[in-house]
């Protein structure tokens, strides 16, 4: 089993406000996956995703991919925290991963907020386009993201940053992605990824507010 994992800086324009990429990572994990708050400070936005809802991680706001259609695989989450100086002084949180599942995750200054816009799923396929949606003028930055189960990270489109990368794993395979400014983002354009190969997937858009 091989974990490729890629980080890069986000620089936001645009919207309410710059997002500033704080820090992130990602793995494969059955049990428990710690995601560290290293050079984040009180106010920062921890956005979390886990290729599977399962357990929700505490004190962050869930949000699931609907209903698992057409494939009945898992059903990746969205999670999302303003961080408090507790969480600062405790320094990382703790995700339940048992049963195994992908975890990324990302952390920002400036939005508050990370919210899902657009979701969809494939099945037998060689990848899996999202539709858009029309931003309302308040986004700092606009996330794009995909998994699916194959052994190599999806692509696509070229206009976004690579932000977390895991590749490889005995589950499969996800990258989370962003406009980097907001303003690049085609308002209400579909986004498109391929997985490489024939599989399940799903993609989704989130706003950073």
């Not at 991680?57 to 494939?71: C, E, F, K, L």
Request: aromatic share 10%; hydrophobic share 35%; glycine share 16%.
């Amino acid at each position: 089993m091989s974990i490729a994992i890629k980080l890069a800086s986000l620089w936001g324009q645009g919207g309410a406000g710059a997002a500033t990429f704080v820090g992130g990572g990602g793995g494969y994990s059955n049990g428990t996956f710690s995601v560290s708050y290293s050079g984040a400070q009180a106010g920062d936005l921890c956005v979390i995703w886990k290729t599977h809802q399962g357990v929700d991680v505490t004190g962050y706001t869930a949000q699931a991919m609907p209903a698992r259609t057409p494939w009945d695989g898992f059903n990746g989450a969205l999670y999302y925290r303003a961080l408090t100086s507790g969480d600062i002084s405790t320094g990382s949180v703790s995700v339940n991963t048992a049963g195994g599942c992908i975890t990324a995750y990302g952390i920002y200054r400036g939005p508050t907020t990370a919210i899902l816009q657009t979701t969809a799923k494939a099945a037998s396929a060689t990848g899996v386009t999202v539709s858009g949606f029309v931003k309302n003028g308040s986004e700092s930055g606009v996330l794009a993201g995909c998994f699916h189960q194959g052994s190599s990270a999806p692509t696509g489109p070229t206009v976004t940053n690579t932000r977390e990368s895991v590749a490889g794993t005995v589950f499969g395979s996800l990258r989370l992605s962003d406009y980097d400014p907001p303003s690049s983002y085609p308002t209400a354009g579909n986004v498109s990824w391929t997985f490489g190969a024939t599989t399940n997937g799903e993609a989704w858009l989130a706003a950073l507010r």
